[in-house]
Nanobody
């Protein structure tokens, strides 16, 4: 089992940056692909980015491509989401999640963090 704790959210002006972190417990962290998802009010949870277990493969939603970067440090059991050039439409609760496969499909993720709020003001 993997437990995930998301941190790093906050209030930032449009054009600013934030870095989210997701700390995982358990020795099997490096066995999992990791993803970031987000959910804005009245919207469904949507895919943002994923990274393979080794870090060798990443994939992004079109809406964040070129602005967000996902990375991981398996020695620290942590995955990151660097968010640059933030826009008001990026405002959402961001969740990290773990899956046995590298996928953008929400239903393939087994373990979830509690979420961290990101608010981008215009």
């Amino acid at each position: 089992q993997v437990q995930l704790v998301d941190t790093g959210g906050g209030l930032v002006q449009a054009g600013g940056s934030l870095r989210l972190s997701c700390a995982a417990s358990g020795r099997t962290f490096r066995s999992y692909a990791m993803g970031w998802f987000r959910q804005a009010p009245v919207n469904e949870r949507e895919f943002v980015a994923y990274i393979s277990w080794s870090g060798g493969r990443t994939y992004y939603a079109d809406s964040v491509k070129g602005r967000f970067t996902i990375s991981r440090d398996n020695a620290k059991n942590t995955v990151y989401l660097q968010m640059n050039s933030l826009k008001p439409e990026d405002t959402a609760v961001y969740y990290c999640a773990a899956s046995t496969i590298a996928t953008s499909r929400l239903s393939d993720y087994t373990y979830w963090g509690q979420g961290t709020q990101v608010t981008v003001s215009s």
